[in-house]
């Protein structure tokens, strides 16, 4: 029941009902497709590609929750944590890889507000994740982009 679960969070002030957009939907996915592709540049430093994989999968994670009618309440902290954690009711990912996800957004954390390196290993994970959750997205929400273009 995702939906149950997602009105929980809008009642604790962690989600807010938006309507759905399907050109924000659109510019959300593109923003994803662009960090993406930005984070697979070799010439880019380790840091940089980490941080363009973690906001194509925080983008694709707003998009999801933005398809479902929410988005996170950014007057809150924890907006991200929150966003990655719906994720598992909006386009059905994983616990396991929810966890993934989440520990991915503490190594950016780190390095941004701590000057933490982010390791090879780290990045590649990360790299990894980003695609796959992409891809997920492309096959989930796209449908609700035809289907909003055909007029239907």
């Known amino acids: 029941m995702p939906e149950e679960e997602l009105n929980n969070l809008a009642r ?3 989600l807010d009902k938006v309507p759905f957009s399907a050109a924000l939907l659109q510019k959300m996915l593109a923003t994803a497709r662009t960090r993406l592709q930005d984070s697979q540049r070799t010439d880019n430093s380790t840091e940089t590609r980490f941080d ?3 906001t194509a999968i925080r983008a694709v994670a707003d998009a999801a929750l ?3 009618g929410w988005r996170t309440s950014t007057s809150k902290p924890g907006h991200h944590q929150t966003t990655i954690g719906c994720l598992v009711h909006t386009l059905g990912v994983s616990p396991s890889t929810v966890r993934v996800l989440d520990a991915l957004r503490k190594q950016r954390n780190l390095s941004d507000y701590d000057g933490e390196l982010v390791t090879e290993q780290a ?3 990360c790299l990894q994740q980003a695609q796959a959750l992409s891809l997920l997205a492309q096959q989930k929400l796209a449908p609700l982009l035809n289907k909003n273009a055909s007029g239907a």
């Open 123 to 125: 990045l590649l994970e």
């Open 52 to 54: 363009c994989a973690y």
């Open 12 to 14: 604790i002030g962690q």
């Open 66 to 68: 933005h398809a479902q």
